[in-house]
């Protein structure tokens, strides 16, 4: 595609809920990275994959969120029983190569609200 | 850990005029990378600028350019003959074993 898409864009969960957001990078990129945006702060990294590898998990906050990228190129983030404090802006990046060699690429984030 | 510092969480510039973002940045890294992003209202972060930080010599990127001063770990942004279209929130980010965003800097342009 033209770029990386995420869906859905908006998302209303009930607390308790679980929820599923999707990834899809541009065609080829290996690496795909997912932050959560709090509102007015900066993104937090969440986890990456290369390929279909997740080399690194260490930003997702609790066992409640999982990750996969099955084929090395969809990916979903899923988190489980949502809580308030899991509002915030998803956003998705995928690139070439690894991040600083090439450019990363920002989908537009799904903005997920819990009520 | 890395962290990344913008102490300047709003700014303002006339149209036409040249502002200056501030990003100061701790790591004990040799090797990096450093970013500017744009996230406008859409919320599409977009990549505005990189620098290496092995390069001394200063990125630049049109009406964008960077003031790269690695001794003191300062990333600043410059941004000439500001554009309503340049008003957008802007992070400044550190690419090295981890990946981190600064807090972000509104900049709103004045017609």
Redesign the interface.
């Known amino acids: 595609g033209a770029g990386v898409s995420q869906s859905p864009r908006y998302k209303v969960a009930k607390r308790g809920q679980d929820v599923a957001l999707r990834c899809d990078p541009i065609s080829g990129h290996v690496s795909l ?1 997912w ?1 959560q945006q709090a509102l007015g ?5 969440l986890t ?1 994959f290369q390929n279909e590898a997740q080399l690194d998990k260490s930003g997702l906050p609790s066992d409640r969120f999982f990750a996969e990228r099955p084929e090395g190129s969809v990916s979903t983030l899923k988190i489980q029983r949502t809580q308030q404090e899991d509002s915030a ?1 998803y ?1 998705c ?1 995928s690139s070439l190569e690894g ?2 060699d090439t ?7 799904t ?1 997920l609200t819990v009520v | 850990a890395q962290t ?1 510092t913008q102490s300047q969480p709003e700014m303002s510039v006339q149209e036409a005029e040249t502002v200056t973002l501030s990003c100061t940045y701790d790591t004990s890294e040799s090797d ?2 450093l970013f500017w ?1 744009k996230q406008p209202p ?6 505005v600028i ?1 620098q ?1 930080a092995y390069k001394q010599q200063n990125a630049t990127e049109n009406r964008f350019s960077v003031n790269f001063q690695k001794a003191a770990k300062s990333f600043s942004l410059k941004i000439s003959d500001s554009q309503l279209g340049d008003a957008a929130m802007y ?1 400044c980010a550190y ?2 074993q ?7 800097t509104r900049l709103s342009v004045l017609p």
């Open positions: 990275f932050y702060q900066g993104p937090e990294f990456y802006v956003l990046a991040q600083g450019e990363a690429f920002f989908g537009q984030g903005r | 990344v990096y990378y992003y859409s919320r599409q972060m977009i990549l990189r290496e992070f690419d090295g981890n990946f981190v965003f600064g807090p972000g």
